[in-house]
């Protein structure tokens, strides 16, 4: 089993969701989140006042898939998250050792 986590633009949300679900997804856990990379913020105008947005913000979307379906899902949220434009996120794939469903006691793949 491996975790995919996708750092992505808010508004690219709901096609990431839906290319994921094309590929047969069934769980994803979504969470706000702020961050900055290459882009490194931007400045914005308050009240007469340049300040400095240092942190922007962004979604992170977790996956715990079979081995089998991980390029399908890297390649479903690249496409759908891609707008060309900096600041489009990051993918990071790790190892999953264990999965257990909490209420059925049900462990690895028939967990997820």
Do not use: C, W
Not at 20 to 29: C, M, N, S
Not at 56 to 62: A, G, H, R, S, T
């Amino acid at each position: 089993m491996k975790k995919i986590e996708a750092i992505i633009k808010p508004f690219k949300l709901d096609e990431v969701k839906e290319a994921l679900q094309e590929v047969g997804l069934q769980g994803i856990t979504v969470t706000e989140a702020k961050g900055f990379g290459r882009q490194k913020g931007h400045a914005e105008l308050y009240r007469g006042a340049e300040y400095i947005v240092d942190f922007l913000p962004k979604v992170k979307i977790e996956i715990v898939i079979a081995d089998d379906l991980v390029e399908k899902a890297i390649e479903a949220i690249r496409r759908a998250a891609q707008t060309g434009r900096i600041g489009d996120g990051k993918i990071f794939v790790s190892n999953i050792e264990e999965a257990i469903r909490i209420r059925t006691g049900e462990s690895g793949l028939d967990a997820i």
